[in-house]
C-alpha cells in the first residue's frame, strides 16, 4: 500500500520502507525523532525534500490530495477543529464528496463516548479530551482506509 524509496524531510534522511495492506505500524522514539514529519509525508501535509512515496503503485504526489487526505485519516496530537458547533466539524469531510447522512452524528459521538447533546455546542465549550475525541471523529467520518494517529 505505501512505498518509501530513500525518502528524506526534515530530521529523517534516507527512509525507504513498505507498508503493505492491513499492515498494523507502530512507530516510537524521542521527542524530536521525526516521527510526527513522517505522518505528516503520508498525507501530503509535508513533501519530501528527497526521495519519493508511494500509495498503491502511484506517486503520492500523483494524488489528488482532497481525494488522499479522505483516504489518509489524520489525528494530531493538539486537536485542531472548524470554529463552529460539533456537528459543523463532524460532517465537514463528508459533506464535500456529498456523503453526509445526519444520522451518522449519534454513532460518531457514540463511537468516540461523546453525548449526542453535545451536537450544537460550539467547539470552544469543549474540553481538551473531549476536543481530541471530537478530532477522532470528524477523521473517522471520512471513513479513511488508512489511519494516522499522532
Do not use: C
Request: avoid cysteine; hydrophobic fraction near 35%.
Amino acid at each position: 500500500m505505501f512505498h518509501f524509496k530513500n525518502v528524506s524531510q526534515g530530521s529523517l534522511d534516507d527512509l525507504s520502507f513498505t507498508i503493505k495492506k492491513k499492515e498494523k505500524v507502530i512507530l516510537f522514539g524521542p521527542s524530536g525523532a521525526g516521527k510526527s514529519t513522517l505522518l505528516f509525508l503520508f498525507n501530503r501535509l509535508n513533501s519530501p525534500s528527497k526521495g519519493t512515496i508511494y500509495f498503491e503503485n502511484k506517486k503520492l504526489s500523483e494524488h489528488s490530495v482532497v481525494e488522499l487526505r479522505k483516504r489518509i485519516g489524520l489525528v494530531l496530537q493538539e486537536p485542531n477543529l472548524f470554529p463552529g458547533t460539533v456537528m459543523d466539524n463532524i460532517k465537514y469531510g463528508p459533506s464535500l464528496f456529498g456523503e453526509w447522512e445526519d444520522q451518522q452524528a449519534e454513532e460518531l459521538l457514540n463511537y468516540v463516548q461523546l453525548p449526542y447533546s453535545y451536537i450544537d455546542r460550539n467547539v470552544n465549550q469543549l474540553s481538551g479530551g473531549e476536543k481530541q475525541r471530537l478530532s477522532l471523529a470528524r477523521t473517522l467520518a471520512n471513513s479513511p482506509e488508512v489511519l494516522l494517529l499522532d
